[in-house]
């Protein structure tokens, strides 16, 4: 099908707002001025999402631009079924994951003894924090603990699922996961 072929069905609409779905017919018909408008409506979203995972801000810029020429070269798949929003954030997460594949120089991990501890973090201690601080926190953790805290964490991913896209075992995904919350858990206590 292409971009032309679309055909819009209101029957598989979900309440999208009217300005919306003018942006992705604009978008589908390669029209540069919704293009824009697409971007500016939710670039500051999109990068939010991609800042929790990348602490460079050139890169992140990078993966950004990656993410809307996906946006923009898939938008005729999107179906009109579900959030938009939630359609351009698994791009997004997607174009992540990928770029951590291609540069990410796996860490050798000295202990193999993947303990099932939990490091809880209280929810008031975490709750105090304003969305920045935590941002500042997350981007101490190394890549691998980064990212593997952002997907189960925020992405709701499993550990099943997060060693399929990363190409490590559940085992690993679990040790960086325990290993991001303790780190975590300490800078909190240490701001408190």
Known sequence: MTS????????NEVNLEDEQLR????????????????????GN????????Y???????????ND???????????????????????RITINCTI????KNIKHQKV????????????????ASKLYYKELLQIIHTLSESQRMVFNLFVFEDYTHKEIAEQLGISEGYSKWYLNDARKKIKEKIYLMK
């Open 23 to 42: 942006l992705i017919q604009g978008c589908i018909a390669g029209d540069r001025k919704s293009q824009k408008a697409l971007y500016d409506k939710y």
């Open 110 to 125: 000295i202990s193999t003894d993947f303990e099932t501890i939990d490091p809880y973090i209280e929810d008031d201690a």
């Open 67 to 89: 993410a809307f020429i996906l946006i923009f070269t898939k938008l005729n798949q999107y179906s009109f079924n579900g959030s938009f929003e939630g359609w351009m954030r």
């Open 4 to 11: 032309n072929e679309h055909i819009y069905n209101p029957q």
């Open 54 to 64: 990348e602490n460079s801000m050139e890169v992140a810029e990078e993966i950004l």
């Open 98 to 101: 990928d770029h951590y594949r």
């Open 45 to 52: 979203m999109i990068f939010g999402v991609i800042r929790r």
